[in-house]
């Protein structure tokens, strides 16, 4: 590993960073200010959060992967102000429990969501109780060497969708919560959290495909009987069929090979939820 006056510099698998533990080497930029965003995004880079919905090539990447630190989390500030800024690499699961212990209403629907709050505004991540543009007011990004505020409608959210400027590195973001107490908050989260009891704790990147319009993505793997088709190590899980999970040394290549192995044999067309990078 090297250092930077702002960055640390290494060269890993990224299969150590990713929630599904596949994908090959690239060069990763730890930073922790604006400085450190700058250094790093003077050449072709990528951002990554918690590597949760990301399935990486086994090639691994050739753009530089910028990592925000400590500096871009304030997950142990939260506090019970409803009105807050947040960094970007702030964990969403811890903010989902500190807004409940403060009474605060409005991420329940991202309760079990293993990202960064970055990373849930890129993707729009939510479930069917909610998703992260109902909370957001504004972002502040690093655009073309410049420190920029957007207003989320800016963001132009769809289904697990967000539509950032070209080179955009999210810094910071705004959530407006709802003060409630900590006894509703916590109704709220009961059927959100028995939702998702039936998900794999093996390791995955979240659900694989998005519903079709009208339907489940699980519900019609399922009923194609792919529960437990495997290719190498890489498998669709028993336990709920849009999970594919890895059993232990799953290659990029076993996970893609699955997954065209689930659009190959499930009548209606299923679009791959995960973002890819590499070949």
Not at 137 to 151: I, S
Not at 198 to 210: D, I, L, W, Y
Not at 256 to 272: G, K
Request: proline letters at 6%; aromatic letters at 6%; glycine letters at 12%.
């Amino acid at each position: 590993m090297s250092a930077t006056s702002a960055a640390r510099v290494e060269v890993r698998p990224l299969a150590d960073f990713v929630t599904l533990r596949v994908g090959g080497p690239a060069e990763i930029w730890h930073v922790d200010d604006v400085a450190g965003v700058r250094e790093a995004t003077r050449e072709p880079f990528r951002v990554l959060g918690a590597g949760s919905n990301l399935l990486v090539a086994d090639d691994g990447v050739a753009e530089r992967v910028v990592r925000l630190g400590r500096g871009f989390d304030d997950g142990r500030t939260f506090g019970s102000d409803a009105d807050v800024w947040l960094g970007a690499a702030t964990p969403l699961p811890g903010l989902v429990r500190r807004a409940k212990e403060a009474g605060l209403s409005g991420l329940e629907g991202l309760l079990g969501i293993p990202a960064a709050l970055g990373g849930a505004i890129a993707m729009n991540a939510g479930t069917r109780y909610g998703e992260i543009a109902d909370v957001l007011v504004e972002v502040e990004a690093f655009v073309e060497g410049e420190v920029v505020r957007l207003p989320a409608d800016a963001l132009r959210f769809g289904y697990r969708t967000a539509h950032l400027p070209e080179g955009a590195v999210l810094l910071r973001a705004r959530l407006r919560l709802t003060p409630s107490t900590p006894e509703r908050v916590a109704a709220a989260l009961a059927p959100v959290d028995a939702a998702r009891a039936g998900q794999p704790k093996a390791k995955s990147a979240g659900c694989a495909f998005t519903n079709p319009p009208g339907d489940s993505a699980g519900r019609l793997i399922d009923a194609a009987g792919l529960k437990g088709v495997r290719v190498g190590d890489a498998m669709v899980s028993p336990d709920h069929a849009n999970f594919i999970v890895n059993l232990g040394h799953a290659t990029a290549a076993d996970v893609d090979a699955l997954l065209a192995e689930i659009q190959r044999r499930v009548e209606v067309p299923l679009e791959v939820e995960w973002r890819r990078w590499g070949r």
